[in-house]
């Protein structure tokens, strides 16, 4: 079986933020060929599915999602090691190939090792923390565009801040190959665990969020400028903006994504009157919120 289709799907079974509706049709791939069948399927509809990995930047409507959902996780979990070279399924955790890269004594995906998502979306948006981005390590993605498999080098990618040119084009990660160097295994171990304390003293682990809310403004920081509106353990309904970072709005109290989002709105809205500086959402917004 190439794929697996399930309907009405709770999306809250697949985001980060424990939150939203049913997708209409949910597919659970297995392999590219399975991929390939439903994107036929979709195609064939004249439209564009939601491809999912482990649902860690989403907010979706609670209205849920009337488009196919493509989960690629098990699809796409290969990693093999080349000397310093690592290549990586687009579903497998990004711990997961931190770690890989730890027990080969390879140095250059330290920053990478507590950020809560998949290759496939951590290449999209050029995931990065402490210093560090994807753009910095890959050589070449792996992708699915216009019926066909094909690597396109990093230099190609248009990388910048939260940013790839897969955003721009309907182009889905299959993975992607990164050059690191040769480190020493303690150093390296040593530099995880410190990005893994500072992640736990200073940001909200203990409940469900999307990570980061906004992007970095330019000249400010998106949680400062939020702590110094006042915000800290502003609540809408379920969803509260973290008093330990007020860059995270969690799911406090079994928040909707109704909630989370009209907090988004009043957090813009805030900064914005108070600093005249308009935040821009990190986390990406799937369906009707209107």
């Known amino acids: 079986m190439n794929y697996e289709l399930l309907t009405n799907e709770p999306m809250s079974q697949h985001t980060t933020f424990r939150t939203g509706g049913k997708a209409d049709r949910f597919f659970k791939i297995n392999n590219i060929d ?49 000397d310093c070279s690592i290549t990586s399924g687009a579903g497998v955790l990004l711990s997961k190939l931190s770690q890989t890269a730890l027990d080969n004594s390879l140095t250059g995906l330290e920053f990478a090792f507590g950020i809560p998502g998949s290759v496939g979306g951590a290449v999209f948006m050029n995931a990065g923390a402490y210093g560090g981005e994807i753009k910095d390590v890959a050589v070449s993605v792996k992708v699915y565009k216009d019926g066909q498999v094909m690597d396109i080098p ?18 889905i990660i299959l993975g992607v190959t990164v050059k690191l160097e040769k480190g020493n295994k303690e150093d390296i171990k040593a530099a995880m665990d410190d990005f893994t304390f500072r ?62 989002y009209e907090l988004i709105k009043f957090v813009k809205k805030e900064v914005n009157d108070k600093f005249g500086v308009m935040l821009e959402e990190e986390v990406k917004l799937i369906g009707e919120f209107n």
Do not use: W
């Not at 969803?239 to 709005?249: E, Y």
């Open 34 to 82: 399975g991929l390939k069948e439903v994107l036929e399927i979709c195609h064939g509809e004249g439209v564009n599915p939601l491809i999912i990995g482990n649902g860690s930047n989403l907010l979706v409507s609670d209205k849920g999602i009337r488009i196919p959902v493509i989960d690629i996780k098990n699809a796409a979990q290969d990693i093999v090691v080349d």
């Open 154 to 171: 990093a230099s190609e990618m248009d990388f910048s801040y939260r940013h790839s040119r897969a955003m721009n084009e309907y182009m």
């Open 199 to 260: 992640r736990k003293s200073k940001q909200p682990l203990e409940y469900p969020s999307a990570g980061s809310t906004f992007k970095r403004p330019e000249g400010y920081f998106a949680g400062k400028l939020i702590m110094d509106s006042g915000l800290a353990g502003k609540s809408i309904g379920g969803a509260m903006v973290s008093p330990k970072h007020c860059g995270f709005i969690i799911n406090h109290d079994n928040a909707t994504s109704t909630d989370v």
